[in-house]
């Protein structure tokens, strides 16, 4: 099935641990994202790769770091966790950056994240 | 900073009605898109509209793109238990970046 896949659906630590989401899609898109969404359901960008490029770096604490090692994958490292990054992280991935008319975002399932 | 209002944020209504909900803005979008989200889920896009007044329709469901591109609706007719869920819109700005709105969470009782 073409996809965007992300591991895992859910995950519970404590406050200060740090923590990976993997993130793959096989849809052959250049552009990957990070979203988080927050108890209000409000998607706030995190993140855009494009063809492994950072293009996208919106205001999130430097405790949070995006890898791309291929344009296939985007994972997203979380140091020193925190209550308040209790959240569910999306990652999407779209075709290279063009009018949005010609496509939609494909989205991931969720990782729901639980800092306690 | 371009913002996407929608409207209600809430609405839990009977099985066989109708309903409209809205996503507003002051900024012109180069096009909208209405994406559905069920719960432990991504959003799933639904339709992207891109001229100012065009009307798609998807079965039961009736989306329009506002004459000056700032405004979307959504109408559902006959509403199903099995629309339930997050309703989301997206404009494009003029760096084909997407702008979220916060949503409409629909319930829809049988």
């Known amino acids: 099935d073409t996809a965007v896949s992300q591991t895992p659906k859910y995950l519970v630590t404590q406050m200060g641990n740090d923590k990976s989401i993997k993130c793959e899609q096989n849809l052959g898109h250049d552009t990957m994202y990070w979203y988080k969404q927050d108890s209000k359901k409000f998607l706030k960008i995190m993140f855009s790769y494009n063809n492994k490029e950072l293009i996208i770096n919106e205001t999130v604490p430097n405790r949070f770091s995006p890898k791309s090692p291929d344009k296939a994958h985007l994972n997203l490292h979380i140091n020193s966790l925190e209550l308040g990054d209790s959240a569910v992280y999306f990652c999407?991935?779209?075709?290279?950056?063009?009018?949005?008319?010609?496509?939609?975002?494909?989205f991931g399932s969720g990782t729901r994240l639980t800092v306690v | 900073t371009q913002l996407l209002e929608q409207s209600p944020q809430f609405l839990s209504i009977q099985e066989g009605e109708n309903l409209t909900v809205y996503c507003n803005s002051s900024s012109v979008f180069s096009s909208l898109q209405w994406y559905r989200q069920e719960p432990g889920e991504g959003p799933v896009l639904l339709v992207t509209?891109?001229?100012g007044g065009e009307v798609k329709k998807l079965k039961r469901l009736t989306f329009q793109f506002g004459d000056a591109r700032k405004d979307s609706s959504l109408h559902i007719t006959a509403a199903q238990p099995g629309d339930t869920g997050l309703y989301l819109c997206?404009?494009?700005?003029?760096?084909?970046?997407?702008?979220w709105g916060a949503g409409t969470k629909l319930i829809i009782k049988p």
């Open positions: 997206a404009g494009e700005n003029s760096n084909y970046q997407l702008i």
């Open positions: 509209v891109v001229t």
């Open positions: 999407a991935s779209s075709p290279p950056l063009q009018p949005a008319a010609n496509y939609g975002y494909t």
